[in-house]
């Protein structure tokens, strides 16, 4: 069973930064965000694959970046510009090599309010 460990959700007012960070174990293939406000669907956020290569959708590109640790098994979603519309629970996910399970964090809350 692979634990994630996610950090760093809080309140920031518009046009603030946030940093979240996400722990996990293994031999990872992807890992990534997604996010989910009241009485919406899970909406994707962010990617990094085990090659590098990163995925936003047009709602966060230019003003999130993921990025992850030189062991490859720490996540990291700089969030830039914030609006009010990026407040919500923010999941980490992890896809492990050769399974391809997905495992999925508890969620940090992230609230963009003045």
């Known amino acids: 069973q692979v634990q994630l460990v996610e950090s760093g959700g809080g309140l920031v007012q518009p046009g603030g930064s946030l940093r979240l960070s996400c722990a996990a174990s293994?031999?990872?293939?992807?890992m990534g965000w997604y996010r989910q406000a009241p009485g919406k669907q899970r909406e994707f956020v962010a990617s990094?694959?085990?090659?590098?290569?990163?995925n936003y959708p047009d709602s966060v590109k230019g003003r999130f970046t993921i990025s992850r640790d030189s062991a490859k098994t720490t996540v990291y979603l700089q969030m830039n510009s914030l609006k009010p519309e990026d407040t919500a629970v923010y999941y980490c996910?992890?896809?492990?090599?050769?399974?391809?399970?997905?495992?999925w964090g508890h969620g940090t809350q992230v609230t963009v309010s003045s």
């Open positions: 996910y992890v896809v492990l090599q050769v399974s391809m399970r997905q495992y």
């Open positions: 293994g031999s990872i293939y992807a």
């Open positions: 990094i694959l085990s090659g590098g290569s990163s």
